[in-house]
């Protein structure tokens, strides 16, 4: 949505000052599993945290299934470190829930509170595992941004003690208030001294926004195009929404110099992300999110600090799956066989990565009712699974949704997914695509980092002949994996389907079917 373009503080103090991760993505579009995942390094079909509310999701489920038992908080506090929080964390916390999870430090636990998480003019938070603070009255990033410069004045005073702080406003997302008549969504608040802003801004103008066209699957399939109104009413949020993010520019300023006053700047990393995408008009949609497009899963990620390059763009795939290997990469810490993905290449320094591959191929899943904003409009086929898979020459999404529909792009020449070519596509390529999809849906740990070897070990374990078996043992990407030789091998294994289009994840659920005669 270009907002980073509005942020001339980000710019100049992080994307400047360190390096842009322009092909990373959150691999669930939904904010309570996408941090989970962030935490954890888990894939949502693993982490099982897959909606916002419970049984299926919220900080409820997250915390009866004891996940702050073994997760990137407690593998840093086993090594010294004082891990503190501020703002928004997994949906859900509440004043009975308002205890730090299992790993950070509870004399820096300060959680926004439901039902104040999304109310911009009166958060609150808890505090400490004490009494709960309200701020009535008071725009919560500066109330935020207070508290993080207190809360680094008193870690700056341990030189000896390693920490990771994270600050985490809500803007801009919007307002959300629970009411007698349910809940209702109103645009993101600035503060008082960022009204009016953007007086001519408008949503980005993509060639999916609104299409003439519509050839999408499942429910998105039957929206009508946006009327005059709508429209309007959508760049009234998109301008709400940069100007809400005006104070989020301002308190990383503020923490930069901080850090610069205590000299610790120069030793820091700095991470700059949010927890998952939103569309606004694009694909014929008025307001949601929950999908596998661009600007559902396609999130920043800028990083500066030692060793890192500056003003840099990095084309490198990336997760908030991969999130904390890379923290713990750059800590010099031991890695979890049990995490989902590598560590990025932060670092100028490629040596410092040892055996880990480029990632290549990764899944979005996703099992809840898509909705509409301030509608009663509820979409109950919002189940599917995605491959995304870049690499050099190509960057394709291929879906399978729970009505059994597919689509394919070729983002490459169709970068904003306006037409679906699954129809016009070789069914040889679509093989190789069923297959890594067939993997990535059940994947854990190594079989998530390197689904390649999972598949051609099927063929290296029944062939006896040693140099077929070192031939599949060298796919390592999709272009190896299309050399002819393998078309039939790929025709013969099964495809994944969706037998029901249920709301949460049940394995039973997801299965295969026969594999298709073609090529």
């Known amino acids: 949505m270009d907002s980073l373009e509005h942020l001339p503080l980000v710019k100049k103090y992080l994307r400047d000052e360190g390096t842009e991760f322009t092909n990373y993505y959150t691999t669930?579009?939904?904010?309570?599993?996408?941090?989970?995942?962030?935490?954890?390094?888990?894939?949502?079909?693993?982490?099982?945290?897959?909606?916002?509310?419970?049984?299926?999701?919220?900080?409820?489920k997250f915390v009866s299934q004891k996940l702050d038992q073994d997760w990137l908080p407690t593998w840093l506090q086993s090594a010294g470190y004082s891990n503190n929080?501020?703002?928004?964390?997994?949906?859900?916390?509440?004043?009975?829930?308002?205890?730090?999870?299992?790993?950070?430090?509870?004399?820096?636990?300060?959680?926004?509170?439901?039902?104040?998480?999304?109310?911009?003019?009166?958060?609150?938070?808890?505090?400490?595992?004490?009494?709960?603070?309200?701020?009535?009255?008071?725009?919560?990033?500066?109330?935020?941004?207070?508290?993080s410069i207190a809360i680094l004045d008193?870690?700056?005073?341990?030189?000896?003690?390693?920490?990771?702080?994270?600050?985490?406003?809500?803007?801009?997302?919007?307002?959300?208030?629970?009411?007698?008549?349910?809940?209702?969504?109103?645009?993101?608040?600035?503060?008082?001294?960022?009204?009016?802003?953007?007086?001519?801004?408008?949503?980005?103008?993509?060639?999916?926004?609104?299409?003439?066209?519509?050839?999408?699957?499942?429910?998105?399939?039957?929206?009508?195009?946006?009327?005059?109104?709508?429209?309007?009413?959508i760049d009234a949020t998109y301008r709400a929404r940069l100007q809400s993010l005006q104070a989020t520019d301002e308190l990383v300023e503020r923490v930069i110099k901080r850090l610069e006053e205590h000299g610790q700047l120069e030793n820091t990393y700095i991470v700059y992300t949010t927890d998952n995408g939103y569309h606004l008009g694009t694909h014929r949609m008025f307001a949601g999110k929950q999908t596998a497009y661009e600007e559902d899963t396609n999130i920043p990620f800028i990083i500066r600090g030692p060793g890192v390059a500056k003003g840099q763009k990095s084309n490198a795939v990336a997760t908030h799956?991969?999130?904390?290997?890379?923290?713990?990469?750059?800590?010099?810490?031991?890695?979890?066989?049990?995490?989902?993905?590598?560590?990025?290449?932060?670092?100028?320094?490629?040596?410092?990565?040892?055996?880990?591959?480029?990632?290549?191929?990764?899944?979005?899943?996703?099992?809840?009712?898509?909705?509409?904003?301030?509608?009663?409009?509820?979409?109950?086929?919002?189940?599917?699974?995605?491959?995304r898979l870049i690499g050099q020459g190509y960057n394709l999404l291929y879906t399978v949704w729970c009505t059994g529909e597919k689509e394919y792009y070729d983002l490459v020449k169709d970068p904003f997914q306006v037409k679906n070519v699954y129809k016009e596509t070789k069914p040889s390529l679509l093989n190789r695509l069923d297959a890594l999809l067939n993997v990535l849906r059940t994947c854990k740990g190594p079989t998530c980092r390197d689904p390649w070897s999972v598949i051609h070990a099927q063929k290296s374990e029944e062939d006896t002949n040693k140099k077929d078996k070192d031939h599949h043992k060298s796919v390592k990407s999709l272009k190896d994996a299309l050399n002819k030789k393998y078309d039939q091998f790929y025709a013969n294994l099964p495809k994944f389907s969706f037998k029901d289009c249920l709301q949460y994840y049940l394995t039973e659920n997801e299965g295969t079917t026969p594999p298709h005669s073609e090529l």
Request: include cysteine.
């Open 28 to 60: 669930t579009a939904m904010c309570c599993p996408s941090r989970v995942s962030l935490w954890s390094g888990q894939f949502a079909h693993n982490h099982n945290v897959t909606d916002e509310s419970p049984p299926h999701g919220s900080y409820t």
């Open 85 to 147: 929080y501020i703002g928004k964390f997994i949906n859900g916390v509440s004043p009975s829930l308002k205890q730090a999870p299992k790993g950070f430090d509870s004399a820096h636990w300060e959680p926004l509170v439901a039902p104040n998480i999304y109310t911009f003019y009166s958060p609150v938070f808890a505090t400490n595992n004490g009494p709960l603070e309200a701020h009535e009255g008071v725009y919560q990033t500066d109330i935020i941004s207070d508290k």
């Open 154 to 233: 008193g870690l700056a005073k341990n030189k000896s003690t390693p920490w990771l702080f994270v600050i985490s406003p809500t803007a801009p997302h919007d307002e959300v208030w629970m009411t007698p008549n349910g809940t209702v969504f109103t645009p993101p608040v600035p503060a008082k001294r960022h009204e009016g802003l953007f007086k001519g801004a408008k949503a980005p103008r993509h060639p999916s926004f609104n299409p003439e066209k519509n050839d999408k699957p499942s429910w998105i399939g039957t929206l009508p195009r946006l009327d005059e109104k709508q429209v309007e009413a």
């Open 321 to 387: 799956t991969h999130f904390p290997a890379t923290v713990l990469k750059l800590a010099g810490l031991s890695l979890p066989e049990a995490l989902d993905a590598h560590s990025i290449p932060v670092l100028e320094n490629k040596a410092v990565y040892g055996k880990d591959q480029p990632t290549e191929a990764f899944s979005v899943e996703f099992w809840s009712a898509a909705f509409m904003e301030n509608t009663t409009a509820r979409f109950n086929t919002n189940t599917y699974k995605s491959v």
